[in-house]
T-cell receptor
């Protein structure tokens, strides 16, 4: 399975957009990019996924580069409730969670 | 739909005791899995199942058994609890494992286990 690399942490101001990068240079042609987040000690929550086109839903937008070697999750208007650990995953179904990016939204 | 439910929410065991963590989903999902999360760490896959009667090992299966006799239930058994198994356990399910574009997983609230 392809591995992913994410920055360990980032801060964001409330109301501003949060852009979370992820590298997945060994991704294969039929692997999707999935994003999850985990708020405090709750179970992870699915956010969004995509193959090669940009995707948007009520929670976030996902931008995947043309060569599919990296992607960016965008939280358009971060709120304090978006403070969480965000995981970028490339896997068929056996999810492999690394350390993720700890996002802290500050008032 | 209740989604993915787990019982108990909290459990304290003594070394050597056995117990079963329960997981159920009411979404008719094909795929179910168990993860453990140690403090400050990411989730690690213990066992998974792609359908009733089919299970397989994940990254850290030692000390745990699973079975999948129905689509809805996927219990995790600790055979002889050890302090190293102190962790938070999450169960998850997804509609399909074959369709890579439909693998979003739904997680339960977790079981917090302490082994003394």
């Amino acid at each position: 399975d392809a591995k992913t690399t994410q920055p360990p942490s980032m801060d964001c101001a409330e109301g501003r957009a949060a852009n979370l990068p992820c590298n997945h240079s060994t991704i294969s042609g039929n692997e999707y990019v999935y994003w999850y987040r985990q708020i405090h000690s709750q179970g992870p929550q699915y956010i969004i996924h995509g193959l090669k086109n940009n995707e948007t839903n009520e929670m976030a937008s996902l931008i995947i580069t043309e060569d599919r070697k990296s992607s960016t999750l965008i939280l358009p208007h971060a709120t304090l409730r978006d403070t969480a650990v965000y995981y970028c995953i490339v896997a068929p179904y056996k999810l492999s969670f690394g350390a993720g990016t700890t996002v802290t939204v500050r008032a | 739909n209740a989604g993915v439910t787990q019982t108990p929410k909290f459990q304290v065991l003594k070394t050597g005791q056995s117990m079963t963590l329960q997981c159920a989903q009411d979404m008719n999902h094909e795929y179910m899995s168990w993860y453990r999360q140690d403090p400050g760490m990411g989730l690690r896959l213990i066992h998974y199942s792609v359908g009733a009667g089919i299970t397989d090992q994940g990254e850290v299966p030692n000390g745990y058994n699973v079975s999948r006799s129905t689509t809805e239930d996927f219990p995790l058994r600790l055979l002889s609890a050890a302090p190293s198994q102190t962790s938070v356990y999450f169960c998850a399910s997804s509609r399909s494992y074959r369709d890579r574009g439909s693998n979003e997983q739904f997680f339960g609230p977790g079981t917090r286990l302490t082994v003394l």
